[in-house]
Every structure is written in C-alpha cells, then in structure tokens.
C-alpha cells in the first residue's frame, strides 16, 4: 500500500490554467506538507499543516491555495498558470515534532506550456 | 536560520569503491539531521537520520553517516558502491523545535557509479 499517494503524477497545461493536485496519506500522520522541486532539483517547503490548520506558508504566491479537507489529505490549487510554476511538486507527512521522519510522495511533474 | 551545504553537485565513483558525500550544517544548536535518496522519476525515500543519540548512524543499503559537532559535518559514506546507488542524494536539517517543524535541504549531489 502506498504510504502518501499523489495525483496526477504528470501534468501537462496551458499558461492560465487553473490545476489541482491531490495528496492523500495513510500512515495516520497529522502534519503534511508540499514541497516544490525546481529544475535543478533544489528542494523548498512551501507549505506545512498540522491538523489541517496552516503552519507554514513560506512565501508562496497567492495563486497557490492548499486546502486540508482532513489531517489525511492535503490537496494543492494553482491558479493562473504561469511558466514558472512548471516544476516537480512533493506531497510529504510526518508526525508532529522535531526529528520525526518525513514521508515523501510520488512526486507530480507539472509542465506549464 | 537551518541550512547545509553539500560539497559536489555530482560524484562519480567507481563499482566497489568507497562512496562519500559531503554535507555541513549550519547551525548554533546541534540540529537533527537526514540524509534521502531520489532515484530517477521517484520520490525521497530516508536513507538515515540523526536525532542525537550514536554519532554514527547506520541506515539503509549499506549507507552510514557520522555527526561530527566539531566540523559541523553528517557525511554519507558506503564502503563498496553498487551499481543500484546512482541517484541524486540529499542532506537535509531541521531545528530541534517548535510547531513548525520543516526540513531545509541542501542542493544535493548525483551519484553516478561506473562499471
């Protein structure tokens, strides 16, 4: 069984576009977080959550909204598509507190065309 | 704030020699410190961690790593490369508190291991 499951795993859109990405997780974790890949594989938090309340919001533009329906999902809204957002993107979980492993997703490739 | 710095963006070894992969942290406080492993197309799966109990960490396929306060360094290390460790390696930090707990990678190092 999959432990953080992501989807879609690619994503191919227009400039504009508004995509959604979803994450669910059954390691029964309450923190969950996205992570963007870039194209030179540099990784960076974007969000985090615990309980599905936002704890880390690291300088993301507003086009991206993460919702947390429950502590077992943690889905990620981009609106107006630009070319710059084309990157992998990682859903992850852990439980709360430092030094606690983080579990990471699949990834899902998002192409901006 | 946490970061690590990881010496290499590739290395390149050959099959059955010793791998060693660089990473330092820089921080006030010991912080807690892990290294993952991406192969192609996938996910970051944990190789190891090191949360402050044995300095020498052992963790998966044959990886350990050694927390040296000293040099402020968490090292990678196998004694014997396979061919199946070609991957993208990262060191990652977190600090030791707080709610917000996050990981902040380094820019991590290829692997490639030669016949």
């Known amino acids: 069984d999959t432990a953080v499951s992501q989807t879609p795993k690619y994503l191919v859109t227009q400039m504009g576009n508004d995509k959604s990405i979803k994450c669910e997780q059954n390691?029964?974790?309450?923190?969950m977080y996205w992570y963007k890949q870039d194209s030179k594989k540099f990784l960076k938090i974007m969000f985090s959550?615990?309980?599905?309340?936002?704890?880390i919001n690291e300088t993301v533009p507003n086009r991206f909204s993460p919702k947390s329906p429950d502590k077992a999902h943690l889905n990620l809204h981009i609106n107006s598509l630009e070319l710059g957002d084309s990157a992998v993107y990682f859903c992850?979980?852990?439980?709360?507190?430092?030094?606690?492993?983080?579990?990471f997703g699949e990834g899902s490739w998002l192409t901006v065309v | 704030a946490q970061s690590v710095t990881q010496l290499g963006s590739h290395v390149s070894v050959s099959e059955g020699a010793l791998v060693l992969l660089r990473c330092n942290y820089s921080?006030?406080?010991?912080?807690?410190l892990f290294w993952y492993v991406q192969y192609p197309n996938q996910g970051l799966q944990l190789l190891l961690k090191?949360?402050?109990?044995?300095?020498l960490v052992k963790g998966i396929n044959g990886f350990e790593a050694e927390f040296k306060k000293s040099e402020t360094s968490f090292h990678l290390t196998k004694p014997s490369a396979h061919m199946s460790d070609a991957a993208e390696y990262f060191c990652?930090?977190?600090?030791?508190?707080?709610?917000?707990?996050?990981?902040?990678f380094g820019k991590g190092t290829l692997l490639t291991v030669n016949p």
């Open positions: 090191y949360t402050s109990a044995a300095t």
């Open positions: 992850a979980s852990s439980l709360t507190g430092a030094g606690n492993t983080i579990y």
């Open positions: 990652a930090v977190s600090d030791r508190g707080g709610s917000n707990y996050k990981l902040t």
């Open positions: 921080s006030s406080v010991p912080p807690y």
């Open positions: 390691l029964g974790h309450d923190t």
């Open positions: 959550y615990n309980n599905k309340e936002l704890i």
